[in-house]
Protein backbone atom coordinates (compact mmCIF):
# COMPACT_ATOMS: atom_id res chain seq x y z
CA UNK A 1 0.00 0.00 0.00
CA UNK A 2 1.61 3.48 -0.95
CA UNK A 3 -0.23 6.76 0.72
CA UNK A 4 0.54 10.04 -0.45
CA UNK A 5 -0.48 12.97 1.22
CA UNK A 6 -0.83 16.87 0.79
CA UNK A 7 -2.31 19.92 1.79
CA UNK A 8 -0.11 21.36 4.38
CA UNK A 9 1.00 24.72 4.33
CA UNK A 10 1.61 28.27 6.48
CA UNK A 11 -1.96 29.34 8.20
CA UNK A 12 -2.70 32.09 10.94
CA UNK A 13 -4.37 30.86 14.23
CA UNK A 14 -8.26 30.64 13.42
CA UNK A 15 -7.69 29.28 9.59
CA UNK A 16 -8.79 25.96 8.02
CA UNK A 17 -6.31 24.00 5.94
CA UNK A 18 -8.16 20.26 4.17
CA UNK A 19 -5.23 17.62 4.08
CA UNK A 20 -5.55 14.59 1.38
CA UNK A 21 -3.82 11.32 1.54
CA UNK A 22 -4.28 9.08 -1.60
CA UNK A 23 -4.31 5.48 -1.16
CA UNK A 24 -2.98 3.42 -3.42
CA UNK A 25 -2.12 -0.77 -4.40
CA UNK A 26 -3.81 -3.50 -1.87
CA UNK A 27 -6.01 -1.01 -0.70
CA UNK A 28 -8.45 -3.83 0.10
CA UNK A 29 -6.05 -4.71 3.16
CA UNK A 30 -6.84 -1.53 5.03
CA UNK A 31 -9.75 -1.06 6.71
CA UNK A 32 -9.32 2.00 8.91
CA UNK A 33 -7.38 5.04 7.91
CA UNK A 34 -5.98 7.49 10.13
CA UNK A 35 -4.29 11.05 10.58
CA UNK A 36 -1.29 10.74 12.98
CA UNK A 37 1.18 14.47 14.14
CA UNK A 38 4.59 15.10 15.27
CA UNK A 39 5.23 18.53 16.77
CA UNK A 40 9.25 19.57 16.85
CA UNK A 41 10.19 17.78 20.00
CA UNK A 42 7.29 15.89 20.93
CA UNK A 43 6.17 11.73 20.47
CA UNK A 44 4.24 11.35 17.47
CA UNK A 45 0.28 11.20 18.31
CA UNK A 46 -2.83 9.80 16.93
CA UNK A 47 -5.18 12.81 15.32
CA UNK A 48 -7.85 10.98 14.08
CA UNK A 49 -9.15 7.73 12.03
CA UNK A 50 -11.76 6.60 9.81
CA UNK A 51 -13.32 3.25 8.45
CA UNK A 52 -13.63 3.23 4.66
CA UNK A 53 -16.44 0.46 5.24
CA UNK A 54 -18.59 2.44 7.93
CA UNK A 55 -17.36 4.96 8.15
CA UNK A 56 -16.84 5.17 11.80
CA UNK A 57 -14.33 8.23 13.25
CA UNK A 58 -12.60 8.64 15.99
CA UNK A 59 -10.72 11.75 17.41
CA UNK A 60 -8.32 12.89 19.85
CA UNK A 61 -9.91 15.26 22.64
CA UNK A 62 -7.30 18.06 21.44
CA UNK A 63 -9.30 18.41 17.93
CA UNK A 64 -12.97 17.17 18.56
CA UNK A 65 -14.92 20.07 17.42
CA UNK A 66 -12.49 21.60 15.27
CA UNK A 67 -11.32 18.82 12.42
CA UNK A 68 -13.78 16.72 10.75
CA UNK A 69 -12.13 13.64 8.75
CA UNK A 70 -14.11 12.26 6.07
CA UNK A 71 -13.08 9.89 2.70
CA UNK A 72 -13.75 9.17 -1.27
CA UNK A 73 -14.23 5.41 -2.11
CA UNK A 74 -14.36 5.87 -5.57
CA UNK A 75 -10.84 8.14 -4.81
CA UNK A 76 -9.67 6.16 -2.40
CA UNK A 77 -9.14 9.17 -0.69
CA UNK A 78 -8.87 10.34 3.16
CA UNK A 79 -9.37 13.57 4.08
CA UNK A 80 -8.85 15.96 7.20
CA UNK A 81 -10.73 19.19 7.18
CA UNK A 82 -8.68 21.46 9.87
CA UNK A 83 -10.95 24.61 11.27
CA UNK A 84 -9.81 27.06 13.84
CA UNK A 85 -6.46 26.40 13.60
CA UNK A 86 -4.28 26.79 16.90
CA UNK A 87 -0.46 26.98 17.08
CA UNK A 88 -0.50 23.80 19.11
CA UNK A 89 -1.40 22.11 15.91
CA UNK A 90 1.74 23.38 14.22
CA UNK A 91 3.42 19.77 13.30
CA UNK A 92 4.24 17.57 10.48
CA UNK A 93 1.01 15.25 9.95
CA UNK A 94 0.98 11.83 8.21
CA UNK A 95 -1.54 9.71 7.11
CA UNK A 96 -1.42 6.11 7.67
CA UNK A 97 -2.99 2.53 7.38
CA UNK A 98 -4.11 -0.34 9.33
CA UNK A 99 -3.62 -3.10 7.98
CA UNK A 100 -6.20 -6.11 8.10
CA UNK A 101 -3.93 -8.66 9.29
CA UNK A 102 -2.28 -6.80 11.46
CA UNK A 103 -4.16 -4.67 13.29
CA UNK A 104 -1.45 -2.02 12.99
CA UNK A 105 -0.80 1.49 11.18
CA UNK A 106 1.77 -0.48 9.35
CA UNK A 107 1.94 1.71 6.42
CA UNK A 108 2.66 5.39 6.38
CA UNK A 109 2.27 8.60 3.84
CA UNK A 110 5.26 10.80 3.40
CA UNK A 111 4.02 13.73 5.85
CA UNK A 112 3.12 16.97 5.37
CA UNK A 113 4.25 19.99 7.48
CA UNK A 114 1.22 22.07 8.81
CA UNK A 115 2.16 25.32 10.19
CA UNK A 116 0.17 27.72 12.17
CA UNK A 117 1.42 31.06 12.82
CA UNK A 118 -0.26 33.59 16.37
Known amino acids: VQLQASGGGLVQAGDSLRLSCAAS????????MGWFRQAPGKEREFVSS????????AYADSVKGRFTISKDNAKNTVYLQMDSLKPEDTAVYYC????????????WGQGTQVTVSS
Open 50 to 57: ISWSSGST
Open 25 to 32: GRTFSIPR
Open 96 to 107: AARHITTGQYDS
